[in-house]
């Protein structure tokens, strides 16, 4: 009975070695590729920003503002001057 439980027991603790000792290595493998990875370059874009003058308020205007439409642009309002991204 004994035999056969020190068996097991080594049967076992070889099995479960296997199975962490493959992760321990698996684990040491992905971080040497990735170190050796070069960093992506990194992507810029740039926008030229222009400011224009504004126009005076007309019924045109004041619809298009209560309702919400922008013709798709993002205004910054403010000191006259109207900045359009």
Known sequence: M????????IAV???FGGVFG?????NAMIRKFMSAMPQPPQ???TVTAATQETRPA???????RRHGSNS?????RG???????
Not at 22 to 26: G, T, Y
Not at 72 to 76: E, M, P, Q, T, V
Not at 79 to 85: E, P
């Open 43 to 45: 992507t810029v874009s």
């Open 2 to 9: 004994t035999k056969r439980m020190i068996i097991m027991l």
């Open 58 to 64: 007309d019924r045109h205007c004041r619809h298009h």
């Open 79 to 85: 000191g006259g001057h109207v900045l359009v991204i």
């Open 72 to 76: 798709g642009s993002r205004i910054a």
């Open 22 to 26: 493959f992760q321990i290595f698996k």
């Open 13 to 15: 603790g070889l099995v």
